[in-house]
């Protein structure tokens, strides 16, 4: 089915390693987003890539790099997990915005 | 002040009930208007899109006021499988950056 597609579903990590998620979508999409998630808290954006080969920070940026590696494609990387960063992670892309946000079934990160 | 406001209750209801939300923005700039559904530890999904004063489909129906800025949800014959998180969003012109709040929890008991 077309949409969006995170891996992985479920990481452990332990303080001071990194990792990079992994989003993918399929809707020929111009815009990608990252966000976070935090027990009983709304969505809170990382980053985002408003098109291929742009990207910008969005109210949490620190401790996160991310690049757009194609229309397709939109990485998340954490280059030394802290116990702060415990969270699930949903990627969404978007067309022009008018017709909503898809967002793809998230990455349980926890960092110990 | 935050571009969205929303009751994050639990709003608690039987089966079979009338229930509405309301959800206020900052932003009068605002054009079009979402409202996404979410599940407890699942992906939000788009539940309706508001452009202008309204929209309806089947037992959701959505109103926009932008005189007072707010957009409002109604679901009529609540069902246990509404039971769910709903997210307001509001999108200002020429941004393509979604805004969301913690949104209303909604609890549908027999």
């Known amino acids: 089915n077309a949409g969006v597609t995170q891996t992985p579903k479920f990481q452990v990590l332990k303080t001071g390693q990194s990792m990079t998620l992994q989003c993918a979508q399929d809707?020929?999409?111009?815009?990608m987003y990252w966000y976070r998630q935090d027990p009983g808290m709304g969505l809170r954006l990382i980053y985002y890539?408003?098109?291929?080969?742009?990207?910008d920070k969005g109210e949490v940026p620190n401790g996160y790099n991310v690049s757009r590696l194609n229309k397709r494609e939109f990485s998340l990387r954490l280059e030394s997990a802290a116990p702060s960063q415990t969270s699930v992670y949903f990627c969404?892309?978007?067309?022009?915005?008018?017709?909503?946000?898809?967002f793809g079934s998230g990455t349980r990160l926890t960092v110990v | 002040r935050k571009e969205v406001e929303q009751d994050p209750g639990p709003f608690n209801v039987p089966e079979g009930a009338t229930v509405a939300f309301n959800c206020t923005y900052s932003n009068s700039a605002s054009q079009s208007f979402f409202w996404y559904r979410q599940d407890c530890r699942k992906e939000p999904k788009l539940l309706m899109s508001v452009y202008s004063s309204g929209n309806e489909d089947g037992r959701f129906t959505a109103q926009l006021n932008r005189a007072s800025q707010y957009i409002s949800l109604l679901i009529r014959d609540s069902k246990l499988s509404d039971s769910a998180t709903y997210l307001c969003?509001?999108?200002?012109?020429?941004?393509?950056?979604?805004?969301f709040g913690r949104g209303t929890s909604l609890i549908v008991h027999p």
């Open positions: 809707m020929n999409h111009n815009s």
């Open positions: 969404a892309s978007s067309g022009a915005g008018v017709d909503g946000y898809t």
């Open positions: 890539s408003a098109s291929e080969g742009t990207t």
């Open positions: 969003v509001p999108l200002s012109g020429g941004s393509y950056i979604p805004t």
